[in-house]
Each structure stands twice: as C-alpha cells, then as structure tokens.
C-alpha cells in the first residue's frame, strides 16, 4: 500500500468511525507521524477525500471534516434514494439462490452487531453495497459509496442517540422479501422507503 493509500485510509477511518466529526480540523502532522511518513503523502490523500466530499481543504487553514447543511443533507439523501432504488431494480436481472442467501447471510451479520454501532454500520454498509454491486453499474455504485461517505457521520450519530439501531433484521428483511417477489416496481419502492427514512431526523442533526 502506498504511502498516499495509508493516509486516505487512516483519515477515512477517523471519520467514519466519529473520531474526526464534522467541522473538525484533520491532523495532517499527526497523521504523517502516527503513520511515519512524510506530509506530502498526506496533502495528496486530503486532497482525493475532498474529492470524495469527506473533507474540506482551505488555504492556509488546511482540511477539516466536511460539513453539510440541513438542506444538503436532505438533497444527498434523496439521491441515495434513488440512485440505491435503480441500482436495486437493475439488480435484480443478476440474483439467484446464491446471491439471495448471501443477501440473508449479510443481514444476519448485522443482526449479529446490534449492540457495536461501528460494526453494525459497516455491516449496514455491506448489505447495501452488495446489492448495488449486482446491478453490474460501477459508475453508480461508486457514486452511492460516495453519498453514503458524505452522510456517514450524520448518519451515525441519528443511530447512536437511539435506543435500539433497528428490531433486529425487520427492516432489511423487507428489503430481502422486495427481491425475492422479483417484481422490480416492488423493490425499487421498498430500497427507495428504506433510504427515506428518518429523513428530517437525520438532516435536523446538522
């Protein structure tokens, strides 16, 4: 892995885990130290996440956590809605039995980290990918990786000041029985529900 590839990563994690919320400045010493390699490195990588939209690069005030507004929040999440639906109708021409089970495996998982909200995120992640990943659209699987990257921080703070992050399996199960009926109109209105939900709530948190 490249001395660029090590500072995106480490940098992405802190976001992504909470550690760097949004408006915090991003540590660039701290990350070529802790990481023992040069600041040059890490200018490159601060500058391909704020190509991704994960953080925001000033002059002569360096790179802080990107921040959206109430507004912004709500517009990403509208495109995730749809950009997720189409991708989950266009996947289904590519599902069988093996991708149905691992459908219920991933969900399982999740189940499975209901009390560890990093690992129940990134799981959360991992189902939803998957199912864009078959619709065998790269272009928009690495646009809604990129709009799930710029509202993880919102979203993972709406999950931690809840008591419960979902009834274990329920609402990605509804997802599961949409792909199952094999009916695309079925599951493009259910992934697009899913994506919708908690809108307000989610976007208030800015």
């Known amino acids: 892995m490249s001395p660029v590839e090590q500072a995106y990563n480490y940098i992405l994690q802190g976001i992504l885990s909470g550690e760097l919320a949004p408006g915090m400045r991003v540590p660039s010493e701290s990350v070529a130290e802790a990481l023992g390699i040069s600041r040059m490195p890490v200018r490159d990588a601060l500058r391909r996440l704020e190509g991704d939209g994960a953080v925001t690069i000033y002059a ?17 999440i509208e495109m995730r809605a749809v950009l997720e639906a189409l991708g989950a109708r266009l996947a289904l021409a590519h599902i069988g039995d093996a991708e149905m089970e691992e459908f ?94 908690n809108v307000e709530k989610i976007a208030n948190l800015t």
């Open 60 to 76: 002569n005030r360096g790179a802080t956590v990107a921040e959206y507004s109430h507004d912004d929040v709500i517009q990403l």
């Open 104 to 197: 219920v495996h991933l969900r399982e998982r999740m189940d499975r980290a209901v009390n560890d909200l990093p690992n129940w995120i990134t799981r959360h992640d991992d189902f939803h990918n998957y199912l864009t990943s078959l619709s065998r659209r790269p272009l928009l699987m690495r646009q809604t990786e990129r709009i799930r990257m710029m509202l993880r921080p919102y979203f993972r703070r709406h999950h931690a000041e809840q008591q419960e992050l979902e009834i274990p399996g329920h609402e990605h199960q509804k997802i599961i029985d949409a792909v199952a009926s094999g009916n695309p109109d079925v599951v493009e209105q259910t992934v697009r529900a899913h994506a919708l939900a």
